[in-house]
């Protein structure tokens, strides 16, 4: 624990802190109006057992001085998305939401789904905690404003004729002329409008648009608008909870579990229409409170929403909103109000936000259940058909994946209480029949298996005589695994047995599970043992085979296609990465460039004369 004298040195100022364990990771970060009284006061009372956890580790404490608390609020969110801290409130997996993103960059913009959100020149709507909501939502905005769905900057195809969204009222076609990229940008004006919520300004556009094609008796563009209106105010009124008056806000409900969950849910309000509902999950290992829990949900979601609104309703529980509204609206660069909502639709929107945040937090406790009695009923649906003395909490599975004997590699991966442990997952070079081991190229899986399991063996030999502390320690293979399991049939079981025999000397059991029609192999057993495929265990023994040649096949493709981008253009100088880029889109392929004339190479963008006559004899020095 960090002395008194140590903590008393700590500024008396507004700003962040970071609580670091003794191999220097940031395991908690904290903001406060003073450094030194915050500090002092999480080891003078340390209020949840989470608490007294997080003092136990703490070996040294960083601290930045900031202006003012809003400032120290905002840094404090940065260094939780750095640092991810243990004990910190966090959103689960919060860069894999959804988005809808708006391509302005282009002359005629697609809206499409991504879960990225870093390109300039692109505007993105959400997060999104749903997304087969973003993708219903784009269906309705397609038909309603008619943008292309085709890839690429430009719009169309090399047919040079529309594509069947033309025909059936869903584009405009753009490809062809159709539109002008005046036109096209109004409708993607409209998507923004229907995105911000500004649902008024689509139902006036509309009319207006309607109106104009009936006085100039165009009628059918007419009756396309009125469409078009109609669907606006189907979908509208199918999701109105409160009157117009009720303007536009967002109404944000937690729900704080006892075993460090929480749930936050997000209810979009724009011109009195319920525009989304979002629902996300959080880590509370720390314990927070409502209050704590609504503060750093609140800060991290408006840090990647690209729409902050004026107001913000939110729970009584939240009493000190000043700090926050001021560091939203430094955001906004406009005024947010953060209040609590006393009566009226306001109170029952936040009232109906409550009652889902609460729903939300026990389905995930029931589904947290079932799939913890699931994988309870699997093991020891294992165990006993394996005969095994004690439940298999760790397996590990092992599968080789090859393409004709060239770089084959294997795979490791490791499930714990029948769930992936993935930073225990490994990968193995096979050196059987590759560049080490010339004198045999042909495939041979039962030697690849024998070399790779005994390379398992020897580095779980080693690591006894590791500290857990030494560098050269790994948790993975210093762990004694209660059941092997490898990829294949009776001929990959015997070279596994013949490489694990230490391991069985120590009780760990050895089996093998073949694909075609999932025999389990075990040893001193003349006939495979069937499984019924609707029980939990051959369930789970597929699944840990599975996910083995998955990691396995991954890996080697990863290695057959940085040996396939190797060439000759590597070696040779002046030819950097963008260089090659060139010569392979100008030729098409490597042999071309090999075939090219001194004058073809001169024709190559960016390629000085100098250069392509360098090139030219050095292609031919080769010899090739």
């Not at 989470?50 to 940065?78: C, F, K, P, R, Y």
Request: one cysteine or more; a positive charge.
């Amino acid at each position: 624990m960090i002395p008194a004298d140590r903590r008393r040195e700590l500024p008396d100022e507004p700003g962040v802190y970071l609580f670091r364990n003794a191999s220097g990771r940031v395991i908690y970060v904290g903001k406060a109006k003073s450094i030194r009284k915050r500090v002092a006061s999480h080891f003078s009372n340390p209020s949840t057992r989470a608490g007294s956890d997080l003092l136990g580790m703490i070996d040294h404490i960083e601290a930045l001085v900031v202006h003012t608390e809003a400032e120290a609020l905002l840094a404090e969110q940065n260094f939780i998305k750095q640092y991810k801290p243990r004990f910190n409130i966090r959103l689960r997996d919060d860069k894999s939401y959804p988005y809808i993103a708006i391509s302005l960059d282009e002359d005629f913009p697609r809206v499409y789904f991504t879960r990225e959100r870093h390109r300039r020149d692109r505007a993105y709507f959400g997060p999104y905690s749903n997304a087969k909501r973003v993708r219903s939502t784009l269906e309705v905005l397609g038909k309603v404003f008619m943008f292309r769905s085709c890839d690429g900057p430009e719009p169309g195809r090399r047919s040079g004729s529309p594509c069947l969204d033309y025909y059936i009222k869903r584009c405009e076609a753009p490809c062809v002329g159709y539109v002008s990229r005046e036109e096209y940008r109004r409708g993607i004006d409209g998507v923004i409008d229907f995105l911000s919520g500004r649902y008024k300004e689509i139902e006036r556009a509309l009319k207006r648009a309607m109106k104009q094609a009936s006085d100039e008796q165009r009628f059918e563009d007419a009756a396309r608008e009125r469409n078009r209106l109609r669907a606006v105010h189907s979908l509208l009124e199918r999701q109105r909870v409160a009157n117009d008056s009720v303007g536009t806000l967002d109404a944000i409900a937690v729900a704080v579990g006892d075993d460090a969950d929480a749930n936050a849910q997000v209810f979009q309000i724009r011109d009195g229409v319920l525009s989304d509902r979002q629902s996300f999950y959080l880590d509370n290992e720390a314990g927070g409170s409502i209050a704590d829990v609504a503060e750093a949900f609140i800060l991290q979601y408006y840090s990647s929403t690209m729409m902050i609104p004026p107001l913000l309703i939110v729970q009584r529980e939240l009493e000190d909103t000043t700090v926050l509204a001021e560091a939203l609206t430094a955001r906004r660069d406009a005024t947010v109000e953060i209040r609590a909502a006393e009566r009226g639709d306001k109170r029952r929107i936040l009232e109906l936000a409550e009652r889902n945040a609460l729903l939300a937090l026990d389905q995930e406790k029931l589904r947290s259940e079932r799939r913890r009695q699931q994988r309870v009923e699997a093991l020891d649906g294992l165990q006993q058909a394996l005969g095994l003395d004690t439940v298999p909490l760790r397996i590990e599975c092992f599968d080789i994946s090859t393409l004709m004997g060239t770089n084959t590699v294997a795979s490791m991966v490791v499930f714990e209480g029948a769930a992936p442990k993935k930073s225990d997952y490994r990968r193995f070079k096979v050196w059987v029949g590759s560049e080490r081991d010339p004198s045999d190229r042909a495939p041979d899986d039962f030697a690849a298996m024998e070399e790779v399991l005994g390379r398992r063996f020897a580095r779980w030999e080693r690591q006894r005589d590791v500290s857990p502390h030494d560098k050269e320690y790994d948790s993975s293979f210093a762990a004694l695994p209660n059941l092997v399991v490898i990829d294949g049939g009776k001929g990959q079981l015997s070279a596994g047995l013949r490489a694990l025999q230490g391991f069985r000397d120590r009780g760990v059991v050895v089996v093998s599970l073949a694909k075609r029609i999932e025999e389990l192999f075990i040893p001193g057993r003349a006939a495979p043992l069937a499984l019924a495929h609707d029980t939990p265990e051959l369930q789970l023994l597929q699944r840990v085979r599975d996910e083995a040649h998955r990691f396995a096949i991954t890996h080697h493709r990863q290695r057959r296609d940085q040996a396939m981008t190797t060439s000759i253009l590597d070696e040779l100088p002046g030819v950097g990465p963008a260089r090659k880029r060139a010569l392979l889109t100008h030729f098409g392929s490597p042999d071309a460039i090999l075939a090219a004339s001194r004058e073809e190479l001169e024709a190559v963008p960016g390629l000085s004369g100098k250069l392509a006559g360098r090139l030219y004899r050095e292609l031919h020095k080769t010899g090739v």
